[in-house]
Structures are given as structure tokens and as C-alpha cells.
């Protein structure tokens, strides 16, 4: 349950973010797809990340202190095809810093819009999430946006595409912000986690 969610700072730098040794989970995903949304739904603050119908809305690496406890950490999208070719490598380097050096990173969540096939971005992403052995599960957002009937087919399509390259599929989410699907599944997702982490500590 989420009783407090505190904005705390936004930074361009990894050294900067919060030195406080508390779990972190982070949001990840193509600009629009809904990072901002999905942390405000979860939290149930309307305005506690910023979002935007426009990409490119979340710039910094922002983190919002839950429960006084662990934090959720809103990045900027990628794929953001405005920004210009030299300040956007493939993905921006401020974020593969993040995830390469950020100790407290406990789990990152990889976002996907449920209404389109899987896009070669977000399956790169994925990769080298794979590949630097940073743990991810999916989230697919905008539920509202289909049928139940379309959204098991999308999903059914995703995962065959995942086992191309996966042994196994990222355990996923569907999720939306707009109807609050999901919610709770996150939530006790993180909640679980956390109490892994803390038994772990008391070994
Ligand atoms: P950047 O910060 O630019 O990377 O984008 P973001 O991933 O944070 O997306 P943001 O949360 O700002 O949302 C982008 C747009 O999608 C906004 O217009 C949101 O209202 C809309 N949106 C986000 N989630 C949902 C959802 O679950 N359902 C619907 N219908 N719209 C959504
Ligand atoms: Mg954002």
C-alpha cells in the first residue's frame, strides 16, 4: 500500500541521485509510451511525475521517495526521433549510466504501448538489458485503449516475438493509467521484492 510519495530531485547525473542506500525501481520505455502516467496511477497522485501528450516530456532522471521507504524512478524516454543525432546515440548515454552504475537499481520496468507490434527499439533495449545483467519485467500500457479479445492477441504476438531471442519470456504486466489496470499487480510485485531484499539483509 502506498501511503506517502514525495518528489525528491531530478538529476542529469547518475553521481548526484539520492546516496541513501533505499531499493530503487525504474521506468523505462519509448518517449510517450507512459512512464509519467503509469507512476502517478500507481501512487494515485495526478501530478507527481509530469506527463505530456507531447514525447519528450521527462528529461531527467527523477526519483519519488515511497513510504519513506524505496523509491520509483521516472527516466526520459528513448527512440525520441527529434532529438538531434549527435546528443542521441542509441540510447541516451545518461541512462545506460543509470543502469550501469546505479547500485541501488533493484528492478527496472521496461514500458511498451499494448496496441503495437513490438517495436526493434524496445526489443534492443531488452537486449541490453540481457546482456548487462540488469534484472526487467514489462509493463504494457494504454489497456484502456483495446478489447480484452485484442489485448490477448497482442500479448500472445509479443511473447512469440520475445522467444525468438528469449529462453523464457520477462514476466509482464498490462497495465493502464487511465483505468487503473494493474495496479495492484505492480504494486504487490514491488512489495515482494522488497521483503525478498529485507530477509536477505537479516541473513
Ligand atoms: P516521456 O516523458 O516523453 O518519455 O513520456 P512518458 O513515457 O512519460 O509518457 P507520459 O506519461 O507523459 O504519457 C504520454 C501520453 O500518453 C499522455 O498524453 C498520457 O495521457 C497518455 N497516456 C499514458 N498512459 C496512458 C494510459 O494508460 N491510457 C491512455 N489512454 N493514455 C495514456
Ligand atoms: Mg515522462
Not at 500500500?1 to 521506468?27: G, H, Q, R, W
Not at 525468438?164 to 504486466?173: A, L
Request: net charge positive.
Amino acid at each position: 500500500m502506498i501511503k506517502t510519495a514525495e518528489f525528491i530531485m531530478s538529476n542529469s547525473e547518475v553521481a548526484k541521485c539520492p546516496k541513501d542506500n533505499l531499493p530503487e525501481y525504474a521506468f523505462i520505455g519509448r518517449s510517450n509510451v507512459g512512464k509519467s502516467s503509469l507512476i502517478n496511477m500507481i501512487t494515485n497522485h495526478k501530478n507527481l511525475a509530469k506527463t505530456s501528450g507531447r514525447p519528450g516530456k521527462t528529461q531527467l532522471i527523477n526519483h519519488f521517495l515511497i513510504n519513506k521507504n524505496w523509491y520509483l524512478v521516472d527516466l526520459p524516454g528513448y527512440g525520441y526521433a527529434r532529438v538531434s543525432k549527435s546528443s542521441k546515440k542509441k540510447f541516451q548515454k545518461f541512462i545506460t549510466d543509470y543502469f550501469e552504475k546505479r547500485q541501488q537499481l533493484v528492478l527496472a520496468f521496461v514500458l511498451v504501448d499494448i496496441r503495437h507490434e513490438a517495436q526493434k527499439i524496445d526489443l534492443e533495449f531488452m537486449a541490453y538489458m540481457g546482456e548487462s545483467g540488469i534484472p526487467f519485467s514489462i509493463i504494457f500500457t494504454k489497456a484502456d485503449k483495446l478489447k480484452p479479445k485484442a489485448i490477448e492477441r497482442n500479448i500472445e504476438a509479443y511473447t512469440q516475438e520475445l522467444l525468438k531471442t528469449w529462453e523464457e519470456t520477462p514476466h509482464y504486466f498490462i497495465t493502464s493509467s487511465a483505468s487503473a489496470i494493474g495496479r495492484d499487480e505492480v504494486l504487490q510485485h514491488i512489495d515482494t521484492t522488497n521483503h525478498e531484499i529485507n530477509n536477505l539483509k537479516q541473513e
